[in-house]
């Protein structure tokens, strides 16, 4: 896989030691308060798994599944869920985990969604951000991993055609992979 890559952005180490900052972060945020951390399928299991075993607190676990509406051409950030979560969020901390934020469309959406089942409190958290999402200011990322370029990246969860989810860092997708 590495040799698909035209430029490693993150080596796995830098990765794991910023994802266990964050986790400290959400420690000392949420003790005692047993946080539901929801990861949206596929991708956010990867941060999903290293960032709550880096974490002392209990949390607990569950998961979402969605699919965007539309051609795909241009998304709108509507969503159909395709999995729902299986535990209830009225009265919950929730923390919602993403492998990437990329213009931002799909968590605004989702946001609203589960703001209106009355959680306790919600925030985000993910492995990377993309400058559209930066710029569009639709959501706030409360626990940011790192700030990327809008290049078309690969790893730690993220795909192309369903293949480099399990390398370990994040690298950019050198062109002759999906150019022919
Ligand atoms: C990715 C990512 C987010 C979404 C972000 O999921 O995991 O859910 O896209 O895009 P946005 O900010 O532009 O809305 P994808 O649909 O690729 O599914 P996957 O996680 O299964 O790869």
């Known amino acids: 896989m590495a040799d698909d890559l035209s430029e490693v ?4 180490e830098e990765i794991e030691a910023r994802v266990k900052e964050l986790a400290a972060q959400i420690d000392s945020d949420y003790a005692g308060k047993n946080v539901l951390m929801v990861g949206i399928l596929n991708g956010a299991v990867m941060m999903m798994a290293d960032l709550t075993r880096a974490m002392h607190e209990h949390c607990q676990m569950d998961w979402m ?3 965007s509406y539309g051609s795909g ?3 709108s950030g509507v969503v159909r869920i395709l999995k729902d979560m299986n535990a ?9 985990v993403e492998d990437i934020v990329d213009t931002g469309l799909t968590l605004s959406y989702l946001l ?3 703001r209106s089942r009355n959680p306790a409190s919600i925030e985000i958290c993910a492995a990377f951000r993309k400058p559209e999402a930066v710029r569009a200011q639709n959501v ?3 626990y940011l991993g790192f700030d990327i370029p809008s290049d078309f990246v690969v790893g730690y969860g993220l795909d ?3 293949r480099y989810r399990n390398l370990r860092g994040l ?5 002759k992979v999906y150019s022919g």
């Open 160 to 162: 192309y055609d369903g």
């Open 88 to 96: 209830p969020v009225e009265g919950r901390h929730v923390l919602v």
């Open 73 to 75: 051409v241009a998304s």
């Open 112 to 114: 609203d969604n589960l």
């Open 9 to 12: 952005l993150y080596q796995p």
């Open 65 to 67: 599944a969605i699919s």
């Open 140 to 142: 706030q990322v409360k």
């Open 171 to 175: 690298g950019i997708l050198d062109p």
